[in-house]
């Protein structure tokens, strides 16, 4: 039976059809279904916002998420800090829906306030210098990162994957060219604590963005589980 044939999952579909409407166009209504985790996205409500449409996967968050099992001890995260495949940042929040403590669904709410961002800058800029503002009104995102990871849309895993070794690879400032056995473990146990590889088509991108082969990938992901357990 197809999942779509259920009838509570077809309320939340509902449900985010009239939020998308409810809340208007700057906020962006995404439910995921966790039976497929590789098409996790049943049903999307204003879906210019993050450019992704139904049949995306998990983003880097709920991966993580999903990861250290956090949504054990909460119902909800609130406010963290998305971004759009256009490189707009966004407001952010999932509500966990739980059968029997078990995590089955993500509703989330996505808020494009980059309209009021403009308005609020300009009337500040109208009562300070540009410099005060520039200093004491930005947003510092390596604090909210602390908490939650920036939360990334991609509509494919090769983008979730790619751009998670690429993020890797930024924090190390290397290059995959110039990269290690003993530096490629440490990456791929960073991106596995992070839940890439709960995505089925990972290993490839992960191998490919790495320059080394699938069987290095499985190999590392042995060695590092084994050490683990």
Do not use: W
């Not at 497929?36 to 991966?63: F, M, W």
């Not at 029997?100 to 309209?115: A, E, H, T």
């Not at 895993?157 to 440490?186: C, F, K, P």
Request: glycine share 4%; charged share 25%.
């Amino acid at each position: 039976m197809s999942r779509l044939a259920s009838p509570l999952l077809q309320h939340y579909i509902k449900l985010t059809e009239f939020l998308g409407y409810a809340l208007g166009p700057d906020y962006e209504v995404a439910l995921h279904d966790l039976t497929d985790k590789d098409r996790s996205i049943v049903a999307i409500a204003n879906n210019h916002v993050s450019g992704r449409e139904v049949g995306a996967p998990l983003t880097n968050v709920a991966l993580r998420i999903l990861r250290d099992k956090s949504y054990e001890n909460q119902d909800y995260i609130l406010h963290y800090l998305g971004v759009s495949s256009t490189g707009k940042s966004l407001r952010s929040s999932t509500m966990f829906i739980k059968e029997d403590g078990k995590l089955v669904r993500m509703l989330c709410i996505n808020f494009d306030d980059s309209r009021f961002q403009a308005v609020s800058d300009a009337l500040l800029r109208l009562c300070h210098p540009d410099h005060f503002v520039d200093t004491n009104f930005q947003v510092d995102e390596t604090v909210a990162e602390r908490f939650v990871p920036t939360e990334r849309f991609h509509n494919s895993i090769h983008g979730v994957a790619t751009e998670a070794v690429l993020r890797e690879l930024d924090r190390r400032s290397i290059t995959a060219d110039r990269l290690n056995s003993e530096e490629r473990i440490q990456i791929i146990s960073a991106l596995d604590s992070e839940g890439i590889f709960l995505l089925k088509g990972a290993v490839k991108d992960v191998a490919d963005a790495l320059e080394c082969s699938q069987a290095s990938v499985y190999r590392y992901l042995s060695l590092i589980r084994k050490e683990e357990a």
